[in-house]
């Protein structure tokens, strides 16, 4: 563990202390979203410390034009970067003439911060002295709606404490702002037009080269000990690209006075006029009131919890651990808009650009599948297939491939590859593998195979053509290679034989060729139109077998395991725990050339195909390979821990699993890569939920049937988690001694547990 300032909490993240080394930190561990838009947990008023400002709204993107060292054919032209959107959060605040800014009062006590994970809201409070003398308290709330997710809102309080105080509230709205990460320092947004009518106003601005508009607004009230005190602003300042309000009020020692703040964005991706379309949200939004709105929130993530929830008795930090995963995961992503993604960092950072990785199906399709509407998961899917033009395009126009071959991109926003490294952009075409595997997962947990004829397939065939022409006959071997690719182990680049690439692109080839089998003789309409589109022959079949067939994986015999890449063995094999921890994250420490050379597995990378493929393998094998491979890995992606997790469970090795599982868990709340303030990392949070119902749960699907091999780490008195399998409600809890099932559904289900079968009646408890 690097850092434990977040108290442990059952349901909310809680930091107390005021500590300016951390308030960049907080400001990502605190962030909030609610699926259409989200925000780091910048202070409102002034702060002249350090800090990252951010505020996102989904799906809203620049494509900052690439910058690089050297520049290689075939790198994309630009970088989509996921945009710093203007800011509706600030209020500056004068207090007795002075500015007020925690950076500079003379006394921050009692600060605090909360994250009230199960209501869905953000609570900061402190005590402060300015330099003036008058000493303040302040409390702060702030959400973004679930259900009227085009607003959020704040109610910010002051009472002064040591005498009466002239407070001056400076509201504003200001689309002059930028990213950190900005390749040539230039501005995002264009300015349009600012307006402002009583107590609203209006930014409307474009985003440069995209042409996104966005209306971001305000509405302020002014309270004085509770009551609304309705006064219009002062005076308002503005020029082309802010605008701000100013509201005084004298209260009294021990009076409180707030100003509730309703601020958002319409954008053009949903509405026409987008300043009407602020008005209507504004307007809504007080008519329902800042208390009903608070009431509605809380209503609506009692709602998400009700399905996603999982508990963990007798073990506060794991209990924490999962709730804040949970939580940001929807806080990202709720599966309203099919234009959407997942993007690593959600709304919590910059970090990562576009928002699709290979992370949305290698690991957030199942925490989407089974706790939440079917649909969701098919959204998922479809997103790809929407974009399948633009892989096929991608694999084209720069890297050689033919006949419909499809790559799709590293890193998106819009189906176009925008990610600019040639060892991730170029190399990384394990990315296929993982897309492919997510239609297979889909089919074998919701049972719905209608996905595979109406779309899947289209893109099943553009894999498959990829991974046949990528593959390259070996004369010498008699066999076929995958040259010159980095593998999910990114401290590894333009390798021979990843031995998980190998395999995904195998399987994706015999994955297929079955599914055209399948559709040929239970959807011939369906067969025929694909068929014809993409103007597929058996002889081209015949050809994509010769390859999958014949495919080569690098092997030791003496060690009987599969080796990462060729030439694995050749590396000074010094294992991470007598590595100096001072040499720790490597990444920060290293040159790259140090990394590449080392023995260091970023992440799960020949583990993860054991995973994907667990079924391929004896549980002897995967032992081997895990007992193999795991000395080596540093975890340095976040992507890591929970597959060792998963794997060390079905190992029985249950301190290891739970250790990953705190790792996976507590990676950010405990900032283990030491990266935490550049922003949460999301995807790796539906990992942290696998790490329960799939380690510690063990849960598979088979022929069609759940199976459970419960297992429970010591250190705790039970755990439980609900799934939607096939539209009916599980819900599983397991204690040291028993596991329980309990059904809402209509019909009953057959179970495995521990390899027997258990018939489970819908709302009759069985325990086994
Ligand atoms: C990992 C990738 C991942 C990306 C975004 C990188 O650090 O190595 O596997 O796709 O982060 O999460």
Known sequence: MNQDYIKPDNWSIIEEGFDAERVKSSESLFSIGNGAMGQRANFEEHYTGETFQGSYIAGIYYPDKTKVGWWKNGYPEYFAKVLNAPNWI????????????????????????????????????????????????????????????????????????????????????????????????????????????????????????????????????????????????????????????????????????????????????????????????????????????????????????????????????????????????????????????????????????????????????????????????????????????????????????????????????????????????????????????????????????SYIPEKGLEVLIAIARFWHQRASFSTHKNQYMILGVTGPNEYENNVNNNFYTNYIAKWCIDYTHEQVQKVASEYPADHKRIIEKVNLSNFELQEWKEVSDNMYFPYSEELDIYLQQDGFLDKDLVPVKDLDKSQRPINQKWSWDRVLRSPYIKQADTLQGFYFFEDHFTKEQLEKHFDFYEPFTVHESSLSPCVHSIQAAALDKMDMAYTFYLRTSRLDLDDYNKEVEEGCHITSMAGTWMSIVEGFGGMRVKNDTLHFNPRIPKEWNGYSFKINFRNQILKVAVHQNETKFVLEGDHEIKVVVNGKEVLVEPNNLVTV
């Open 90 to 449: 600030g209020i500056d605040i004068e207090i007795n003439g002075e500015n007020f800014d925690l950076n500079a009062c003379t006394k921050v006590s009692n600060f605090r911060r909360e994250l009230n994970m199960k209501e869905g809201w953000y609570h900061r409070s402190f005590e402060a002295t300015l330099k003036n003398g008058t000493e303040i308290k302040g409390n702060i709330r702030r959400f973004l709606c679930l259900n009227l997710d085009e607003a959020g809102v704040i109610n910010y309080e002051i009472t002064p404490l040591n005498k009466e105080a002239t407070i001056i509230y400076k509201p504003y709205v200001d689309a002059g702002v930028t990213n950190e990460d900005a390749n040539w320092e230039e501005k995002f947004w264009e300015p349009l037009e600012v307006k402002h009518d009583k107590n609203s106003a209006f930014v409307t601005a474009r985003t440069f080269k995209t042409h996104f508009i966005a209306t971001t607004f305000m509405h302020n009230t002014i309270l004085l000990n509770g009551q609304n005190i309705s006064i219009n602003p002062e005076s308002v300042d503005s020029n082309k690209e802010k605008i701000q309000f100013k509201y005084a009020v004298n209260v009294a020692q021990n009076a409180t006075s707030s100003i509730q703040k309703i601020g958002g964005y319409t954008v053009s991706m949903n509405h026409e006029n987008t300043q009407t379309a602020a008005e209507k949200v504004i307007e809504s939004a007080v008519s329902i009131g800042y208390n009903q709105l608070l009431k509605e929130q809380i209503d609506a993530w009692s709602k998400i919890w009700e399905m996603s929830d999982i508990t963990i008795e007798g073990d506060v930090r794991a209990q924490q651990g999962i709730r804040f995963n949970i939580f940001q995961l929807n806080q990202t992503y709720l599966g309203k808009d099919s234009r959407l993604n997942i993007g690593p960092k959600g709304f919590t950072g910059e970090k990562y650009g576009g928002s699709t990785y290979w992370d949305t199906e290698a690991y957030c399709i199942p925490f989407y599948m089974a706790t939440k509407d079917q649909q969701v998961a098919r959204n998922l899917l479809t997103y790809r297939y929407n974009q399948l033009d633009k892989a096929i395009e991608n694999a084209q126009k720069n890297l050689g491939f033919k006949n419909g071959a499809a790559l799709y991109p590293m890193v998106t926003m819009n189906g176009e590859e925008c990610h600019n490294e040639w060892e991730i952009t170029h190399e990384e075409i394990h990315r296929n593998g993982a897309i492919a595997f997510a239609i297979f997962n889909y089919h074998r947990y919701t049972g719905d195979y």
